[in-house]
């Protein structure tokens, strides 16, 4: 996961860039069977004091030889709260292990509350679903979609306005491994985010997740250049998974769907495949 935020001090520019080694995301994956499904993504949000952004493409594969199909990869939960998510967000042959689930299934509270709940009730089957891949999956398989030692296996978001400024917490999760390269747990780290210090109405945070080698320096020169972030956050936002799905078409595509959250509520720029989901 990456984070850029822009904001003035004392005349100047200052970027505060936090990098997360982490796989290619949204891995609804498949090893031998189709109990594991394969979606890349890209996820952009962009956080102003009032006003939330987030924006996702579509695209997911089941297996390795499996259909292509387009998936809704921004979740609603209760009130206008939202979830998205990359990395290992599903595993049927584990018990209570889908990180949607999970996200619908939580308590309501501050997205704070939300995010430290999600994160302890989803690293156990997060462990035994990554210590399955180790016994099952042949070598190359396993370490193709669950990474080597120390790999950040998941990241989330929760977003939504609280007490009517935006607030945003994001979780990574980080596979550890023995001598062996055997499972042996998972390390949580938790960012949460609200208020002007993480940008005001002028200024911009930016989460890029998932796929995101062609947005970076782009997201730089954007934030860098004169004036800031452009104030249209929905354009920027499309304009940023576009440039994902032209360049890695085999594991970005559309449609796109975008909303933004404000303290009026939540609003669908564009719901690309959302609209076929009951709850959106």
């Not at 890029?208 to 080698?213: E, H």
């Not at 782009?218 to 956050?233: A, R, Y």
Request: net charge positive; with cysteine.
């Amino acid at each position: 996961m990456r984070w850029i935020k822009n904001e003035y001090l004392a005349g100047a520019i200052r970027k505060i860039i936090w990098n997360r080694t982490q796989r290619t995301a949204w891995l609804f994956m498949a090893t031998i069977s189709c109990a594991l499904a394969v979606h890349s993504t890209t996820l952009i949000v962009i956080r102003r004091e009032r006003q939330i952004t987030v924006a996702g493409d579509s695209r997911t594969k089941y297996g390795t030889q499996g259909p292509t199909i387009k998936v809704c990869k921004i979740e609603r939960l209760n009130g206008d709260v939202f979830f998205a998510g990359s990395g290992m967000v599903l595993d049927t042959r584990v018990d209570g292990y889908s990180a949607n689930e999970i996200a619908l299934k939580g308590k309501p509270g501050t997205i704070a509350f939300r995010a430290a709940a999600f994160a302890e009730a989803i690293k156990g089957p997060l462990l035994q679903s990554a210590r399955w891949g180790r016994q099952n999956a042949p070598e190359a398989v396993y370490r193709e979609f669950w990474g080597g030692s120390s790999a950040v296996v998941l990241n989330v978001v929760f977003v939504g306005m609280e007490n009517r400024v935006a607030s945003i917490s994001a979780v990574d999760f980080t596979k550890i491994e023995d001598a062996q390269g055997n499972p042996v747990r998972i390390n949580i780290n938790i960012r949460s985010c609200r208020g002007s210090p993480c940008g005001d109405a002028e200024h911009a945070l930016i989460i890029s997740m998932g796929q995101t080698d062609a947005i970076s320096n782009e997201i730089n020169s954007l934030l860098t250049g004169p004036g800031g972030l452009p104030v249209n956050d929905a354009k920027t936002a499309r304009h940023l998974v576009e440039m994902e799905i032209t360049d890695r078409p085999d594991k970005v595509g559309p449609p796109i769907s975008i909303v933004q959250i404000d303290n009026s509520g939540a609003h669908w720029i564009d719901k690309g495949v959302c609209a076929q989901t009951n709850n959106r």
